[in-house]
């Protein structure tokens, strides 16, 4: 088994920069806490993790099959308030509130899909940029239970340090966004949602004309990305200790999408690009500017629009990738000839 993987290691990973990228980037990630001991670093990147799978469940459901979600921060929220409404009023520790609320999340993900079936264009993002402010318009007339606008507090940490609070974060993020890179991944031999997909959201006409229930699939879509962004929820309300109103606000679900558009749409890996580039670079980097944070951020998603409307995530990855046209086995982009069928590679 350990020589298989060596084998996969050695010949599926080291060939190919961007996965070689990847393994060092979440190596660093884990020894981080051990070479910076800044307690701002540590808060930051934390951060970053719960909203990395934040976005890349954003882009799971908006990029791949092209339904634009405008209120993704109403899975969020769910999550967020699902947790701290189980652990202050029911008792429940963290590792059972959190499933259950994300599982809450995902309901809430198949509820509110079903009107949205038949929506497309502008009339799908104004109803789903909706679904929030319903919410919240629920938590502020229940302020007895949901604590209003001051939100619910005591809501308890996952960990007793901050470091062990990091690795749990960590941890879940980066087992969160393997698998959906799996069910999004089109060349998977076992997991077809990815090409589904891929399908629905170039053609949904010729899709649903090769006989693929595309609503079945939609609501799938919208079930797996209100999942995982519930996950983020919670992780959220607990690292904070709180659940307030700011987890359902419409600045959530915009940043959720200009972290995509930022790191690369369709991929991803660009949401996870997207947040661990722009959330340390506005909170550690510009820290002496914080009343300027939303208009650096703003300039930068311009600029990348600009000159690299595919993200920077893809762009890099153009520059140092380059698919074999006869096999489609990725190559680094300085090679003359594919690894595997020996094409010349333009």
């Known amino acids: 088994m350990l020589k298989r993987l060596l084998g996969d290691f050695r010949w599926g990973v080291l060939p190919v920069p961007g996965r070689l990228i990847a393994i060092i980037f ?19 990147l934390t ?88 919410l919240l318009g629920i938590v502020f007339s229940f302020k007895d239970i949901t604590g209003g606008e001051h939100g619910i507090w005591g809501v308890p940490h996952l960990a007793d340090s901050r470091v062990g609070v990091y690795y749990v974060c960590l941890i879940v993020m980066t087992v969160s966004v393997l698998i959906m890179w799996k069910l999004a991944d089109a060349g998977s031999k076992y997991i077809r949602t990815g090409l589904i997909f891929h399908a629905i959201r170039e053609d949904e006409i010729a899709a649903r004309a090769t006989g693929i229930n595309t609503i079945r699939y939609k609501i799938l879509a919208f079930a797996i990305g209100g999942f995982f962004a519930g996950i983020a929820g919670c992780l959220y309300a607990h690292v904070l200790g ?53 208009l650096i951020m703003s300039v930068l998603v311009v600029l990348i629009l600009l000159f690299m409307p595919e993200g920077i995530g893809v762009w890099v990855r153009d520059k140092i990738e380059r698919q074999c046209p006869r096999c489609k086995l990725t190559n680094a982009a300085w090679r003359k000839e594919c690894r595997a069928c020996g094409t010349l590679l333009r």
Do not use: K
Not at 26 to 44: D, W, Y
Not at 120 to 125: N, V
Not at 247 to 269: E, K, N, R
């Open 26 to 44: 979440f190596v660093a990630l884990f020894i981080a806490p051990l070479i910076v001991e800044r307690r701002l670093v540590t808060s930051s």
């Open 47 to 134: 951060f970053a993790s719960i909203f990395a799978i934040f976005a890349v469940s954003w882009d799971l459901l908006s990029g791949y099959t092209g339904l634009l979600n405008f209120g993704h921060a109403l899975f969020f929220g769910v999550g967020a308030y699902g947790t701290a409404l189980l652990n202050v009023y029911l008792g429940w520790q963290p590792w059972a509130t959190i499933p259950v609320a994300a599982l809450i999340a995902a309901l809430v993900g198949l509820v509110t899909c079903l009107p949205a079936l038949r929506l497309r264009g502008p009339y799908l993002t104004l109803l789903t940029m909706s679904f929030p402010l319903m």
């Open 242 to 294: 709180v659940a307030g109103s700011s987890a359902l606000s419409m600045t959530m679900s915009f940043q959720a999408i200009i972290w995509v558009v930022f790191g690369g749409i369709v991929s991803i890996y660009g949401g996870v690009i997207g947040v661990y580039t722009l959330y340390p670079l506005l909170h550690i980097v510009l820290q002496s500017f914080v009343e300027y944070r939303i």
